[in-house]
Nanobody, 124 residues
Framework: QLQASGGGLVQAGDSLRLSCTASGGSLSNNVMAWFRRAPGKEREFVAW??????????YHATSVKGRFTISRDNAKNTMYLQMNALKPEDTAVYLC?????????????????WGQGTQVTVSS
């Protein structure tokens, strides 16, 4: 089970940090990711992260690269998304996902578990 939190209403240029905590198993060998869904739009990939004790690997969508940073703490079974310099177009429900595989992907259908999402609203 995945539980996302940390969303809220902020102004353009502000920062937020989202968290996604997993229960029922270890994250170490899995890929975790953030997606987002804006009103009237398709689900959009944001970032994925994989890895454990020997190092981590991540990938960010072009639209957020340089502003958002994905990270994880396997000891806490938690993944984070630090979002800086937020823009109104970042407004969406942010969803966390887990893939029971070691290869990262931006394709949402290849993720096995999903959290319920947390709303991020950025005003101009």
């Amino acid at each position: 089970q995945l539980q996302a939190s940390g969303g809220g209403l902020v102004q353009a240029g502000d920062s937020l940090r989202l968290s996604c905590t997993a229960s029922g198993g270890s994250l170490s060998n899995n890929v975790m990711a953030w997606f987002r869904r804006a009103p009237g739009k398709e689900r959009e990939f944001v970032a994925w992260i994989r890895g454990g004790q020997i190092g981590m690997d991540s990938y960010h969508a072009t639209s957020v690269k340089g502003r958002f940073t994905i990270s994880r703490d396997n000891a806490k079974n938690t993944m984070y998304l630090q979002m800086n310099a937020l823009k109104p177009e970042d407004t969406a429900v942010y969803l966390c996902a887990l893939r029971t595989h070691s290869d990262g992907t931006a394709y949402h259908a290849q993720y096995d578990y999903w959290g319920q999402g947390t709303q991020v609203t950025v005003s101009s």
